[in-house]
Each structure stands twice: as C-alpha cells, then as structure tokens.
C-alpha cells in the first residue's frame, strides 16, 4: 500500500526556520514525483512545488520560487519542505502528494502537516 | 501562473445531478488532456476523484464523471447524496511544467 506520512504539526515564532517531512512507503520513493501543496486557513489548494527524488529535479511555482527549499532523502524515501525565516502568513496546512507516473495528477496525499507562525 | 477559476459554490438535493466547472487556457486546461479533481472533506487531505479529464481511480463511484471542451473542464456528479458534501478542486498541468489548482467549489447537499 502507498503511503506518504508526514510529521507532526508545528508552533514556530516568525523568523525561526522550519524543516518538515514526508516519508514514503510500498513504492519505489525516487521514480514518483513528490509535491508540497499549501492550504491557508479556509483557504484552497496552492502546489508549492514538485521535485524528483532520483536527481533532486525541483520545479518551484513563482509563488513560492526562494521563500522555501524542497529536498529530498533517497536513502531515507524522505521528501523536505523548508522555511528559514517563517512569517505568520506561513501559517497552514501543508500537504506532499506523489504525482503519478507519465501524467499529471496526485494519486497519494500525505495527512498534512499544520504549521502555526505565531508571536 | 494563475489559478483555474470555479464557482464558489454550488448545491443539489439528493438524488440530483450537479457540475462543476473548472476554466483555465490554453496553456493548462487547453492544451493538455492532464485535469484531475479532488473532493476534500473537512480536515481531511484531498482525495483524487477524476484524473486525465475523465478516468476515474480504483474504488471512486461511477456517479463522478469527468468531461473538457477547449478551456473548460467539468466535473459532474450524479445521484448526489449527502455524502458528497464537500469542498472540490480541480488541478490542472501547465505549459511551465508545473501545476495549477482552480480555486475550489464547496458543494452542498440541500
């Protein structure tokens, strides 16, 4: 069974960072895409970016393109998304989602990570 | 890129049949046979319903169906039942390579 598990929700300060995971499970982690999708309170789905584990391919939206890093652990089938200075308007739900393969749409979601930047 | 544009909202008694629209350009909906939606309950992830515009996965219900004309995507549920109240997202591929996901219909069961 395909599984993505992510980590536990977070209560971070603006302008302390931030590194949150994804780890994969009953596939082959570095031949599916892995993205990062955000959720703002009451808000909807925004794809942060996406990258392929097997070389670290990583294709950022311009939203999103340097106020984060997205990574990856091949021996870990661990996917990153990383904040070095988190402002309070970082504050969601954040999703990884493989992509599936030879097209594009999300065929597994992790459970979503809460982040709250609060003072 | 900007977002695909749905409807806000949209409602259906039981039993009804609803759609959803989800329009973009030519350089996402337009230009590639890549639409997929998402049904997202609250709190929950999203789960995938339709992908490649009209496919439907392993275990969703034949009552989702998907379509495209030019821009416009849709997504149609048939026998609406209470069950189906829920937020929807359509998502799209982009000529960036990247994608692109509409701004979510939440849907009522009246």
């Known amino acids: 069974e395909v599984q993505l598990v992510q980590s536990g929700a977070e209560v971070k300060k603006p302008g302390e960072s931030l590194k949150i995971s994804c780890k994969g499970s009953g596939y082959s982690f570095t031949t599916y895409w892995i993205a990062w999708v955000r959720q703002m309170p009451g808000r909807g789905l925004e794809c942060m970016g996406i990258l392929y584990p097997a070389d670290s391919e990583t294709r950022y939206s311009p939203s999103f393109q340097g106020q984060v890093t997205i990574s990856a652990d091949k021996s870990l089938s661990t996917a990153y998304l990383q904040w070095s200075g988190l402002k309070a308007s970082d504050t969601a739900i954040y999703y990884c989602?493989?992509?599936?393969?030879?097209?594009?749409?999300?065929?597994?979601w992790g459970q979503g990570t809460l982040v709250t930047v609060s003072s | 890129q900007s977002a695909l544009t749905q409807p806000a909202s949209v409602s259906g008694s039981p039993g009804q049949s609803i759609t959803i629209s989800c329009t973009g350009t030519s350089s996402d909906i337009g230009g590639y046979n890549y639409v997929s939606w998402y049904q997202q309950h609250p709190g929950k992830a999203p789960k995938l319903m339709i992908f490649d515009v009209s496919n439907r996965p392993s275990g969703v219900s034949n009552r989702f169906s998907g379509s495209k004309s030019g821009n416009t995507a849709s997504l149609t549920i048939s026998g609406l039942q209470a069950e189906d109240e829920a937020d929807y997202y359509c998502?799209?591929?982009?000529?960036?390579?990247?994608?692109?996901f509409g701004g979510g219909t939440k849907l009522t069961v009246l």
């Open positions: 989602a493989r992509r599936a393969s030879g097209s594009y749409y999300f065929d597994s």
């Open positions: 998502a799209s591929y982009t000529s960036s390579s990247r994608g692109v």
